[in-house]
């Protein structure tokens, strides 16, 4: 595969990243908009103020959790426990939709150094034919 063609190949892939992203962008944006909601509440119902809640709420999501701030009533500690299955959540649908793209730009076979793959490593479709 020469250069040329691992630069059309990322063109694609990210123009069906961008293209499936326009699908899943109301349910992609709505979750983080309740995490960052949640967040603010933990960082209001803890003290910490909207922009730690906010940082909380990425560092939680993420599942980063570097520890700095610690929820410490049980109601905070319920919605941070939230925050991390939404983060799971949200970090699903971006590998998915990294997924669909890819499958998309490789015409949903796979590519094996260079080259499409052989009965071995093709792919079956729904209705049964190879791909």
Known sequence: MTLHD??????????????????????LSALLAVIAGLGATVGAIEGWGFGQG???AAVTSLTIGYGDLTPSLPLTKLLAAAIGLLG?????LVAAL????YEATAGGKRVTHGTEGDGATARSRADGSEA
């Open 54 to 56: 906010l940082y909380f």
């Open 6 to 27: 691992v630069a059309q190949v990322r063109r694609a892939f990210l123009r069906a990243l961008v293209q499936e992203l326009g699908v899943l962008w109301p349910i």
């Open 98 to 101: 990294a997924v669909r793209a």
């Open 88 to 92: 799971i959540a949200a970090a699903g």
